[in-house]
């Protein structure tokens, strides 16, 4: 199937522990983020990557280290995880220049205990 | 900074029409949309709006752009009880290679029979 997909569905885990969260997309886009929704379902940026480069670096803690192997994939590995870091992570991507067409995964729910 | 409002909550009659409303700050907004988020699931496009345009339909969809008041509208004929879910508005900027989506609160949308 043609989509962005993100592993795992849902994580939990214990507070302190590192994890990470992934995503790849066939769509051939070459512009992939990281969006983070709260509990009151607020969504909100956290990065961007275009060709395996940073561009967009939200205020987000150091805790949070992005990495993009290649132009189909955006991985979010946190240290540390805290109760705070609680949430659902949404990836997208998009072609440059074309963001008002953002595709977006279907989430990784964040349990942190 | 860019700031996107919208009323939390929208309840409607089966087969009235739904308008769910948004307004933002961000005048240099270049595009702006309308997301769909069904109950755990990822948030699907459902159409977006160039700020030179004042409306767009597609099928039950009409959006209205008053760029003066920075005001976005959806409305949603005939609503059926599938359009119930979170509604967001979004808006982009200019800044190509930057973009990033800002996203309002959401609109829970609720479907009285």
């Known amino acids: 199937d043609t989509a962005v997909s993100q592993t795992p569905k849902y994580l939990v885990t214990q507070m302190g522990n590192d994890k990470s969260i992934k995503c790849e997309q066939n769509?051939?886009?070459?512009?992939m983020y990281w969006y983070k929704q709260d509990s009151k379902k607020f969504l909100k940026i956290m990065f961007s990557?275009?060709?395996?480069?940073?561009?967009i670096n939200e205020t987000v803690p150091n805790r949070f280290s992005p990495k993009s192997p290649d132009k189909a994939h955006l991985n979010l590995h946190i240290n540390s995880l805290e109760l705070g870091d609680s949430a659902v992570y949404f990836c997208?991507?998009?072609?440059?220049?074309?963001?008002?067409?953002?595709?977006f995964g279907p989430g990784t729910r964040l349990t942190v205990t | 900074g860019e700031d996107v409002e919208q009323s939390l909550f929208l309840s409607v009659r089966e087969g009235d029409s739904s308008v769910i409303n948004c307004t933002y700050t961000?005048?240099?907004?270049?595009?702006l949309y309308w997301y769909k988020q069904e109950p755990g699931a990822g948030l699907q496009l459902l159409t977006y709006?160039?700020?030179?345009?004042d409306m767009k339909q597609d099928q039950r969809l009409t959006v209205l752009l008053n760029k003066k008041d920075k005001h976005l509208s959806l409305r949603i004929a005939d609503t059926q009880t599938g359009d119930s879910a979170i509604y967001f508005c979004?808006?982009?900027?200019?800044?190509?290679?930057?973009?990033?989506?800002?996203f309002g609160t959401g609109t829970r949308l609720t479907i009285i029979p």
């Open positions: 997208a991507s998009s072609l440059t220049g074309t963001a008002y067409e953002q595709y």
């Open positions: 769509l051939g886009h070459d512009t």
């Open positions: 990557y275009n060709n395996k480069e940073l561009i």
């Open positions: 961000d005048s240099s907004s270049t595009y």
């Open positions: 709006i160039f700020s030179n345009m």
């Open positions: 979004a808006e982009i900027g200019p800044n190509f290679g930057n973009e990033k989506l800002t």
